[in-house]
């Protein structure tokens, strides 16, 4: 009797601790498909390389106002980004010849996996989202990034114009979800073996 009381109680446990993590759970996963990154990777680490892209970030950023204006929705902004890729990639190599530099840009829409990373006042936490990606050179330096949509990529953005209450509460204050984000993680990695099998 006193193991099915102890198994009935761990079960009860168990049950509200699945019911309030998988409402978490949803809230991440409803905030990775409403964002937008854009993931800059440089040609190599050296700091030429690493400089280059910097001056790239700069000039991306100082055009998106003409490159994205009008797009009040991730769909617009996505579209457009598929739709100025050329654009993009010819503002990212004038950048680099006008420093001297020969390597090839390339621009991609994809999907992809990020960890959990900071950004000014704001914590993103690890998942696959859409991104604008945009390679220089082979692509084997260390990265820079941001949040395109919604417009986060400057430090006057507004998290709470474009989130609920909650999840600016997780973007802002990630230290009191660290535990709910690890255990996310292993969720996400647990339903991709599931569904590879």
């Known amino acids: 009797m ?4 102890t198994a009935m109680c761990l079960g009860l446990i168990l049950a509200i601790f699945l019911g309030s993590f998988s409402g978490f759970a949803k809230k991440l996963d409803d905030l990775r498909h409403d ?5 800059i990777l440089a040609n190599s680490d050296s700091d030429y390389d690493q400089n280059l892209k910097l001056k ?17 929705t991730l769909s617009q902004m996505k579209q457009r980004a598929t739709e ?11 950048v680099l010849e006008e420093n001297g530099c020969q390597e090839d840009v390339t621009v ?11 950004y000014d006042e704001i914590t993103m936490p690890a998942g696959c989202y859409d991104a604008l990606r945009i390679l220089i050179g082979k692509g084997e330096g260390h990265n820079w990034w941001c949040v395109m949509y919604p417009p986060l990529c400057l430090s ?7 989130f609920d209450t909650d999840t600016v509460e997780i973007l802002e204050n990630p230290q009191k979800y660290e535990v709910r ?8 990695e647990l339903k991709e ?3 590879a099998e």
């Open 181 to 188: 984000f690890k255990c996310a993680e292993l969720w996400d």
């Open 156 to 162: 006057v953005a507004e998290p709470e114009i474009y």
């Open 2 to 5: 006193r193991k099915l009381e």
């Open 35 to 39: 964002v937008l990154r854009l993931h």
């Open 56 to 72: 790239v970030r700069d000039r991306l950023l100082e055009e998106s106002g003409n490159l994205f204006q009008g797009c009040e």
């Open 84 to 94: 100025k890729q050329d654009t993009i990639r010819m503002i990212a190599k004038s």
């Open 108 to 118: 991609q829409l994809v999907q992809m996996d990020f960890d959990t990373r900071v």
């Open 193 to 195: 073996k599931i569904i």
